[in-house]
T-cell receptor
Framework: GQQVMQIPQYQHVQEGEDFTTYCNSS?????IQWYKQRPGGHPVFLIQ?????EVKKQKRLTFQFGEAKKNSSLHITATQTTDVGTYFC????????????FGTGTRLKVLA | DTGVSQDPRHKITKRGQNVTFRCDPI?????LYWYRQTLGQGPEFLTY????????KSRLLSDRFSAERPKGSFSTLEIQRTEQGDSAMYLC?????????????????FGPGTRLTVL
């Protein structure tokens, strides 16, 4: 079945450093969504990418969807302590159903 | 608060008992999803509805799991004969299916979850 892996699993950075998480799917995705989950909280939607090679920015966050629509990345510039949490990618395949498969997540800790 | 509510927030039960969880989505949302999340893992897809139709169910689920969404509004997830391995956070999410035209996304709004502990 479809699998979505994320690397790294954990990342500790000093405040002000950059951070990147990578998402890789075993199959082609129709879209990719990114979510952030704070400790003890529920996933919160960040963004959706649909087009091959698409790049979107939200302030310090940059999201990219690969040309083959099988991988994606999230880059945070100059991390802040408010960026702490686990970042998940999620997407569904091209079979026509909306069965979202979530990635394994990258847990980010920001040291002040 | 996303507008998606789940009840109960916590459930402790003994192995072998049946449990039922409820999810109330955002009122105009036509899609409703159920996920299971264990510590350190991403949400695992269980099933989803479009209006009242259950369109997909994970093969990971055994016959002990069933979900309903009568009238396309709230949904219930029932687990029969619970096992210790069923202990997890059960998350519900709702979304508004994108129209063929327009720029809306299939944003999933998650509820706070129901934490199930099976003793």
């Amino acid at each position: 079945g479809q699998q979505v892996m994320q690397i790294p699993q954990y990342q500790h950075v000093q405040e002000g450093e950059d951070f990147t998480t990578y998402c890789n799917s075993s199959t082609t995705l129709s879209n990719i969504q990114w979510y952030k989950q704070r400790p003890g909280g529920h996933p919160v939607f960040l963004i959706q990418l649909v087009k091959s090679g698409e790049v979107k920015k939200q302030k310090r966050l940059t999201f990219q969807f690969g040309e083959a629509k099988k991988n994606s990345s999230l880059h945070i510039t100059a991390t802040q302590t408010t960026d702490v949490g686990t970042y998940f990618c999620a997407g569904y395949g091209t079979s026509g159903t909306y069965k979202y498969i979530f990635g394994t997540g990258t847990r980010l800790k920001v040291l002040a | 608060d996303t507008g998606v509510s789940q009840d109960p927030r916590h459930k402790i039960t003994k192995r072998g008992q049946n449990v039922t969880f409820r999810c109330d989505p955002i009122s105009e949302h036509n899609r409703l999803y159920w996920y299971r999340q264990t510590l350190g893992q991403g949400p695992e897809f269980l099933t989803y509805f479009q209006n009242e139709a259950q369109l997909e169910k994970s093969r990971l689920l055994s016959d002990r799991f069933s979900a309903e969404r009568p009238k396309g509004s709230f949904s219930t997830l029932e687990i029969q004969r619970t096992e210790q391995g069923d202990s997890a956070m059960y998350l519900c999410a709702s979304s508004l299916a994108p129209r063929p035209t327009g720029k809306s996304t299939d944003t999933q709004y998650f509820g706070p979850g129901t934490r199930l502990t099976v003793l």
